[in-house]
C-alpha cells in the first residue's frame, strides 16, 4: 500500500498566486516526521520544511508552510506569492520512528506561468 | 558544507556487466539510503543501511544489493545490470532522530545498453 500520497501529477500556476500541494500518508507508528523537498530541472534535490507528528504548529519557512491536519493525515505544502523560480518537481516525504525509513511519494511537477 | 557525493554523474554500462555506485557522505551520519527515480514513479527506495555493515531492503530491491563496510560509504551494487534498470539513482545520508532531513547526493544517471 502506498504510504505517501500525492494526487496532483501536474499543476499549471499563475505567477504571484499561492499554490497549494496535497500530500497525504498512511502510519499506525505514532512518532512521524513530514518532508517536502524541491527538484528543479537541473536535478538536485533540495530540503524546504519539516513538521514533526507531535508539532501542535504548521511549519513555516519563508514562503513555505505546511498545512498539517494529523487526523485527516494531511500535510499540504503551500507556497505564498508564487515565483518563476518555483518551477520544479516538489516531492513529499515520510520518515517513520519505528524503523527511520524515508518513504517519498510520487512528485508534483509545478509550472509557474509569467 | 555538508556533503553527499556519488562518484559518476553519469554511466553507460553493457547488459550483464557488474555495477558499482559509490556514495560517500562527511557528516558522520548513521543512516543511508539508495533510491532510484524514473518519471511518474517518484523515489523509490531499494536498500537502506542504519549503521555499518547493516543493511535494510527497501521497496524494490530485486537485482541490486549493498556494501557498507565503512560508516562514510554506501555502496549500491548491480550484480548483472539489465536494461530495465536504466534511471537515476539517488544517495542520501541522514542523521538519528526523526526531524532530521537527509541530504542528497547529485544523482547517477545510469543507462544500460
Known amino acids: 500500500a502506498q504510504k505517501i500520497t500525492q494526487t496532483q501529477p501536474g499543476m499549471f500556476v499563475q505567477e504571484k498566486e499561492a499554490v497549494t500541494l496535497d500530500c497525504t500518508y498512511d502510519?499506525?507508528?505514532?512518532?512521524?516526521?513530514l518532508f517536502w523537498y524541491k527538484q528543479p530541472s537541473s536535478g538536485e534535490m533540495i530540503f524546504l520544511i519539516y513538521?514533526?507528528?507531535?508539532?501542535?504548529q504548521n511549519a513555516t519557512e519563508g514562503r513555505y508552510s505546511l498545512n498539517f491536519q494529523k487526523a485527516r493525515k494531511s500535510a499540504n505544502l503551500v507556497i505564498s506569492a508564487s515565483q518563476l523560480g518555483d518551477s520544479a518537481m516538489y516531492f513529499c516525504?515520510?520518515?517513520?520512528?519505528?524503523?527511520?525509513?524515508?518513504?517519498f511519494g510520487k512528485g508534483t511537477r509545478l509550472h509557474i506561468l509569467p | 558544507d555538508v556533503k553527499v557525493t556519488q562518484s559518476s554523474r553519469y554511466l553507460v554500462k553493457r547488459t550483464g556487466e557488474k555495477v558499482f555506485l559509490e556514495c560517500v557522505q562527511d557528516?558522520?551520519?548513521?543512516?543511508m539510503f539508495w533510491y532510484r527515480q524514473d518519471p511518474g514513479l517518484g523515489l523509490r527506495l531499494i536498500y537502506f543501511?542504519?549503521?555499518?555493515?547493516?543493511?535494510e531492503k527497501g521497496d524494490i530491491p530485486e537485482g541490486y544489493s549493498v556494501s557498507r563496510e565503512k560508516k562514510e560509504r554506501f555502496s549500491l551494487i548491480l550484480e548483472s545490470a539489465s536494461t530495465n534498470q536504466t534511471s537515476m539513482y539517488l544517495c542520501?545520508?541522514?542523521?538519528?532522530?526523526?526531524?532530521?532531513?537527509?541530504?542528497f547526493g547529485q544523482g547517477t544517471r545510469l543507462t544500460v545498453v
Open positions: 516525504a515520510m520518515r517513520e520512528r519505528k524503523d527511520d525509513k524515508i518513504i
Open positions: 542520501a545520508s541522514v542523521g538519528g532522530g526523526a526531524n532530521t532531513e537527509a541530504f
Open positions: 502510519t499506525s507508528d505514532q512518532s512521524y516526521g
Open positions: 513538521q514533526g507528528s507531535y508539532d501542535e
Open positions: 557528516m558522520d551520519h548513521e543512516n
Open positions: 543501511s542504519y549503521d555499518v555493515k547493516m543493511k
